[in-house]
């Protein structure tokens, strides 16, 4: 039973340091690439797959190379996105003075109908509806005022035409009683002429 568990053990320990060994002989060309991958992983490649000598690593030209021309492209595809993007920026930037222009129009375009809504047009000139309705008030009240002054004159004057009219009647009862006393006197002057004639005579 002993025995068994040994061979099991030395079995597993065989497989395992197999395993060990086929990881360990796997060239690094296969851990990575120099064909895809970010550019930081392409340097952390070249440098797995570098030979070390003292201090320095040994790089393979080709591998050099080829990392130079893969920065290359990153540089020409940054570059090409980064003037991509300038144009982007340039066209949003008409766009958004477009729109600044639009709205400047819009906003005075609003401006200018709150304006004809607050006043319009009198004979020429721009009146403000408030002015305006202060202005027809005002002209209301003095018209009110000068009615009420005529109507005050009119009575006044109603008042002296009618005490007038009485005053004239007065003195036409007056003139038409003396006139009466007068004709009544010179009655009696003439009968006491005639009395007086007819006295003569006799």
Known sequence: MRSFKYHVFFALILIFSAAKAQETATPPEQQGSLESGTIESQFDYLNSVSNNYQEYKVVRKAHLDRIQANVTDSLRVFKDQIE???GQLVDQKSS??????ELESTQAELQQALDMKDSFSFMGMSIEKTAYSSLVWG???ILVLFLLYFIYRFKRNFSVTAE???SLAEIREEFEQHRRNTLERERKLNRQLVDEMNKRKI
């Open 164 to 166: 007038l009219k009485q």
């Open 139 to 141: 002209l209301v009240a």
């Open 96 to 101: 958004i003075d477009q729109l600044n222009q």
């Open 84 to 86: 991509t993007k300038n």
